[in-house]
């Protein structure tokens, strides 16, 4: 009989036991991010690698390659003949719409080319193949926002983006656009040991810092003074803002 309850005992330790340490797990596995296959460093370019853990996100960016109506405008394909004699597809010229625009642009690159916009994993392409680069002189200042160009400047500066930034710029783009691999993939927004999302641009950084001051706030650094909610909107804003690029300083 004291044989049966303390084997009785020990089956309710041990079950308690168990029940104690799977709940720790779950717990634990709620405090996850993600669930990793593969380690992420600063130097995980390729998004594809970042897919690995976060397939969701990763198929999310691979739609960005869809060219389809949609109710936000989305893009509709059409082929296009390139000087040398090949096609390719791009999207309907905006200048054939509203030749206006030709007239208002005259002497601009912009007058030459300018075409409807497509999802992000094309932007890279398009900017090596309009020809507002193949018969214009355009300066490395160009690719800041139509390239994953976290890993250039970081090569260029040798660690240092900000140093990278102000090269880059200064480089011919043909030369400039030879360092990108990718267009914007997942290390431009986000830190890649913790996932926190960061700004990557040093023009938008400095925008930020100069905006600040000019409101009474020194030394503010967006990567460590904004909120969660202002990062949500700046790490689009880094690229999706209207610029005006100094022609003699590129930048």
Known sequence: MLLGSVLVVALVTMGMTALLVNILER???GEQFAFQT???TDESYDPAEWGKNFPLHYQMWQATSEMVPTDHGGSKPVQVTMADGTTRTATESRLEHDP??????????????YRE????????????????????????????CHASTYPVM????????????EIMNK???????KLAEHPVACIDCHDATTMELR?????FAEGMKKLKAHEGVTDYDVNRDATPAEMRTFVCAQCHVEYYSRARARR
């Not at 206006?100 to 080319?113: D, H, K, Q």
């Not at 497509?118 to 355009?138: I, K, P, S, W």
């Not at 480089?171 to 656009?177: G, R």
């Not at 700004?199 to 023009?203: C, G, H, K, Q, S």
């Open 154 to 165: 970081k090569q260029l500066g040798d660690g240092d983006i900000n140093k990278g930034f």
């Open 199 to 203: 700004i990557t641009r040093p023009a």
């Open 171 to 177: 480089m011919p783009y043909e030369e400039a656009t």
């Open 27 to 29: 717990r634990h596995e």
């Open 117 to 144: 916009a497509r999802g992000h994993a094309y932007m890279l392409e398009d900017q090596r193949l309009t020809r507002r680069v193949l018969e214009f002189n355009q300066p490395g200042v160009c690719l800041n």
């Open 100 to 113: 206006r625009l030709v007239t208002m642009w005259t002497g601009y690159p912009f007058s030459v080319a």
């Open 38 to 40: 593969v380690q992420l």
